[in-house]
């Protein structure tokens, strides 16, 4: 099941709205989630709880650490 | 005479209560003989043999954001409404944080938060639990969240004692800003316990009525026909201050906060002492350490479950410690027994039937049962006198803990 890169997007888009309220448009590749979207650590773990959920994919601890923005979730979704 | 030299008053009241989402159309429905009580719908409920509960009227996920509701068990979902209805209430406009307090307790805490995850970690691993689990299902969850939410740095607390929970926090609050602790305080209980598991614990040990033909009038207490308690979930919550911290910055004073008083019964873990002897104790406490006499109490909201063994040795203990002329009320009969939360929104009654010179009735008291001494207020609400009144709120709980909380008129 190869998703779009879009897919992607909007699936991280639901789930970041869900976990904090931020509108789903405002969720773009380039965000970083401490700096630009505040995104706390629990609130990442929770993001990767739900994204395995969404995706099927898991995204271990040592791995989270290096997701800074919503490209970087996308990119290793994809891979 | 009273020992303490600050006196506490009531200056904020919040709820969410089977009867309404808030203080005002709970206390209205209240007034006006309602039941917060309905069907049990999910499916579950042919797993146990008491098909009804009381519900809250307001489903708080229909209150709260999404992104806070799904992050609080439904306990503390209560306990945030309330809060926030009771700190709006208070209108306190600046307050130095080192001087402001939580007292919030629950009987059981995030229980449906425990149940869920439990099942989550089996079927699918720990890896998807949500990280805020542990906040979620830890007792004083309600509390720490309300003292972020308030900036309480005073100290936040988190009572259990069962049924008696509610009024345990209010008790402790009061001693906190008297001796010296804190100038105000946001205190309650809370409970969200209605599950199969609960509910079917409950129905092991047949404490809970099954009158499943005509839910409404299945908390009845003091009737002859009564045959257990109506499990309830929602929140009460009052915001204490002192006096002087209050007339200070204007406040509305709705009532004094004007004394607890403490026992235990030492007798049976779930049974209540057959001669009153704890909750007489706890009454008799109460009236020294408000520095009131029995016959200055004109109202009793007593705790009066609807239980056979419970009821009758209330209302006994209040004619001898009190006497027979208290206008005595049992809300539980519209509201249920909302355990942790019962203390917190009975006092929230209290304070407004002196605030408004009125007792609640009691509904479903059809044939009132032998040995009763003392005025059930039954069916309507009925006048408190003028000048200055006393209103006591009994709680007792599982464990033999028995907690009176004194309130006196403005």
Known sequence: MALTEQEILAGIGKIINEITGIPA?????????????????????????????EFGVEIPDDQLKHLKTVKDVINFIQN | MSTD???????????????????????????????GVSGITADWVDSVPVKFAAFSAVDPTEVLPRPESR????????????????????A??????????VVVGSGIGGITTILAAYDTFKEKGWQRLS??????????GSAGWIGIEVGARAGVHATVSACATGAESIGYAIEMIRSGRADVVVAGGTEAAIHPLNIGSFAAMRAMSTRNDEPQRASRPWDKGRDGFVLG??????????????????????????????????????????????????????L?????????????????????????????????????????????SMTGHLLGGAGGIESVFTV????????????????????????????????????????????????????????TSV
């Open chain 2, 352 to 407: 407004l039937a002196l605030h408004e010179r009125r007792a609640p009735g009691t509904i479903n008291v059809d044939d009132l049962d032998d040995g009763i001494e003392v005025d059930i207020v039954r069916g309507e609400p009925r006048a408190l006198p003028d000048g200055q009144i006393a209103a006591i709120n009994n709680s007792f709980g599982f464990g033999g803990h028995d907690v009176a909380v004194a309130f």
């Open chain 1, 25 to 53: 448009n405002e969720v773009t590749p380039e965000k970083s989630f401490v700096d630009d979207l505040d995104i706390d650590s629990l609130s990442m773990v929770e993001i990767a709880v739900a994204a395995q959920d």
């Open chain 2, 5 to 35: 030299q600050v006196r506490v008053v009531v200056t904020g009241l919040g709820a969410t209560t089977p009867l309404g989402g808030d203080v005002a159309s709970t206390w209205s429905a209240l007034l006006a003989g309602q039941s």
């Open chain 2, 92 to 101: 306190i406009d600046k307050v130095d944080p080192e001087r402001l307090g």
């Open chain 2, 288 to 332: 020294e350490n408000a520095g009131i006499t029995g016959a200055d109490v004109k109202h009793v909201n007593a705790h009066a479950t609807s239980t056979p063994a419970g009821d009758v040795v209330e209302t006994m203990a209040i004619k001898e410690v009190i006497g027979d002329h208290p206008l005595v009320s049992g809300t539980k």
């Open chain 2, 131 to 140: 990280p805020f689990t542990v906040p979620m299902l830890m007792p004083n």
């Open chain 2, 71 to 90: 992050r609080l068990d439904r306990a503390e979902q209560f306990a945030l409404v309330a809060a926030r209805e009771a700190w709006a209430h208070a």
């Open chain 2, 233 to 286: 979930e929602g929140a009460g919550i009052l915001v204490l201050e002192s006096e002087e911290h209050a007339l200070a910055r204007g406040a509305t004073i709705y009532a004094v906060a004007a004394g607890v008083g403490y026992s235990a019964d030492a007798h049976h873990i779930a049974q209540p002492e057959p001669t009153g002897a704890g909750v007489m104790l706890a009454m008799r406490r109460v």
